[in-house]
């Protein structure tokens, strides 16, 4: 095994473009974040434009996703027949033994939330909730942030009292970026996936896979199991196959219900503690 420093020289590309090629998501987005970062010290005129062209293929990628997304019910249901077969009656066991339990991670995370709301943000526990709890809702049954951002908005300004530039401004950007499931989903995910494939994954490989998914999440399409299509060349990193992948999509209809709630409920108490911040 690498040691912790041969790690960290990793995330670090010699070679951004052969970073790609070779699905190497940490060192691509290192590489990312130094290229945005530079790309502030242009004349805005030079920036745009690169920035703009970036843009574009933001936008091309998003329509090849929507074909992707297409045709994978096709692909996801040949998965999960195969695996049936080979494994039988105890595939569903270990199916839904993954459902419930990252269901249950992640139902005791958003409970977390709530007095981390009320700690660092200074307002009760029941005044955050009954201000989170709409947004929840919304969340919960269309899988969406998106959709939960005007009831996030109106719980903020309603019932919290936060001011414009937190509704405004604050909560759109933590929509857009702010995504606490990642992390937990792909640890669980990949765990999973262990067991199923007999692959043990070792406790170096789950540090580097948080981290991983910590700043891969920051870009992460608004779309229901985006995280997921970003996963595969992440476990195949692990010595896992890529068409664990398909299994785990294939099961998120429930579990991602409770992925945007975390989300939802992390972008209240986001907003609840920089309320505090503006306060004083």
Known sequence: MPTLLQRVLETIPINPLKAAVDGAMLPLVVFTLALGIALTRLEPA?????????????????????????????????LALGL??????????????????????????????????????????????????????????????????????????DRL????????????LAVSVFRLNVPIAWVV??????????????????AGLIVTSTLISFSVPGIPSASLFLLAPVIVDLGLPA???GILIALDAIPDMFKTTINVTGHMTAATILGRVERQ
Do not use: H, N
């Open 189 to 206: 995910g990949a765990e999973f996936l262990g067991k199923l494939y007999g692959v043990p994954v070792s406790g170096a490989q789950i």
């Open 46 to 78: 030079r920036r745009d434009a690169v920035v703009l062209w970036f843009q574009g293929i933001a936008d091309a990628m998003l329509v090849l996703v929507g074909w992707v997304l297409t045709v994978a019910p096709l692909g996801i249901f040949a």
């Open 84 to 157: 049936g077969v080979r494994m039988g009656a105890g595939a569903a066991g270990a199916l839904v033994y993954y459902m419930v339990t990252l269901c249950a991670v992640l139902g005791v995370c958003i409970l977390a939330l709530y007095p981390v709301a009320a700690l660092l943000g200074r307002v009760s526990i029941a005044r955050f909730a009954a201000a989170a709890a709409p947004s929840q809702a919304v969340g919960f049954s269309s899988r969406s942030s998106l959709a939960a951002l005007p009831a996030m908005v109106a719980g903020a300004r």
């Open 243 to 245: 068409e664990g992948v």
């Open 161 to 172: 009292g936060l001011s414009p530039a937190i509704t405004g401004f604050g909560l759109p």
